[in-house]
């Protein structure tokens, strides 16, 4: 069964920075495309930012120059830093896997507070 799980997230002041984490086990299950999309109260589930296998990134033009994706295909992780954190920020964060076929794989989510 593939499961992706997600660290980080909780409470930070405005300008502030934030790591999130998500592992995907089994560690060999293969994803073209590893991501982070948010969705905050009464919105639709945005696309943050992803990357590809072949270190491809994308961000959303609201995080871009603030936010940082990585991905360490080998331990299947991957990495979302967040610096410069806006209240507009806020919302509940959610781990993506692509398949090569196009399959999706969700996390069940970290919740971030941007608050003072």
Not at 53 to 61: A, M, Q, R, S
Not at 77 to 101: R, S, W
Request: hydrophobic share 35%; net charge positive; charged share 15%.
């Amino acid at each position: 069964q593939v499961q992706l799980v997600e660290s980080g997230g909780g409470l930070v002041q405005p300008g502030g920075s934030q790591r999130l984490s998500c592992t995907a086990s089994p560690r060999a299950f293969d994803f073209y495309a590893m991501g982070w999309f948010r969705q905050a109260p009464g919105k639709q589930r945005e696309l943050v930012a992803k990357v590809n296998n072949n270190g491809i990134t994308n961000y959303t033009d609201s995080v871009k120059g603030r936010f940082t994706i990585s991905r360490d295909i080998a331990k299947n992780m991957v990495h979302l830093q967040m610096a410069g954190l806006k209240p507009e920020d806020t919302a509940i964060y959610y781990c993506n896997g692509e398949t090569f076929f196009g399959v999706a794989y969700w996390g069940q989510g970290t919740q971030v507070t941007v608050s003072s």
